[in-house]
């Protein structure tokens, strides 16, 4: 676990990352997982350049100006302190949306438990045959990301949404409706996105070219238990 300052970037305003909040977003610098389509390599390979005091001063500011704040990264769960950070952020009255891979689960249950978060977006990166593929990560990784998965699913109805980012060279359609079938077992019941991989010039972590072919969506199974969205296809 990272244990010191971690805070990589903070941006000021955004209407798009928090549904139905004006918000800013804290970026965690440093990951546990090396996604090869990650588009924030400087942030999961960085240092903290910000501590929490120059944030909590942005937001004492920002106080009345602004709903919310997204912790992002990199990946949040992996400070140690984060619990003590997001008490102080909700002290001042801010609704907070955490961005996850999941796999800290004793962390996402703490933090749900003490209403240290209002709403969580989890990764569900891939298949268990893909997952090492994709996240650059094994088997403990994967499980932990399950006992996340099984904690929200039966605890925490309405509070989190799943996603899963698509680059066809490491998913297929077959991947994704495995992907569905654990869910339905699981019986999640908000909606699954499902995203596009944007290709950026600047790179990614594992250097990834564009995609050559799109997603087949004719071949994704509906859900009777929950909806498919489709974001940037
Ligand atoms: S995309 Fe993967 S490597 Fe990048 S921050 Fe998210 S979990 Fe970490």
């Known amino acids: 676990m990272i244990d010191k300052s971690p805070i990589y970037s903070l941006t000021p305003f955004t209407m798009l990352d928090f549904p139905q909040k004006t918000a800013c ?18 942030i999961v390979n960085g240092k903290g350049i910000k501590t929490e005091n120059d944030i909590l001063d942005f937001l004492k500011r920002r106080k009345n100006l602004l709903d919310g704040v997204v912790i992002s990264g990199g990946e949040a769960t992996c400070y140690k302190d984060l619990a003590n950070f997001l008490s102080t952020i909700k002290e001042m009255g801010y609704a907070v949306k955490l961005d996850s891979n999941g796999t800290y689960p004793e962390t996402i249950k703490h933090l749900f438990e003490n209403k240290l978060i209002d709403f969580l977006a989890l990764d569900y990166k891939a298949s268990p045959c893909k997952f090492k593929t994709v996240t650059g990560t094994g088997r403990r990784l994967w499980n932990r990301f399950q006992e996340t998965l099984d ?66 969506m ?14 940037n296809f």
């Open 25 to 42: 977003i804290i970026w965690f610098a440093g990951c546990n997982m090396r996604c090869a389509y990650c588009h924030n390599p400087d």
């Open 151 to 216: 904690y929200l699913c039966a605890n925490q109805h309405g509070k989190f949404e799943v996603r899963t980012t698509i680059h066809t060279d490491l998913l297929r359609e077959d991947d994704i409706n495995s992907m569905i079938v654990d869910l339905e077992e699981k019986k999640y019941t908000g909606t699954y996105y499902l995203q596009n991989y944007r290709h950026k010039d600047a790179g990614t972590l594992g250097k990834m070219l564009d995609q050559e072919q799109g997603l087949d």
């Open 218 to 231: 004719t071949h994704i199974q509906p859900s009777e238990n929950f909806t498919i969205e489709y974001r």
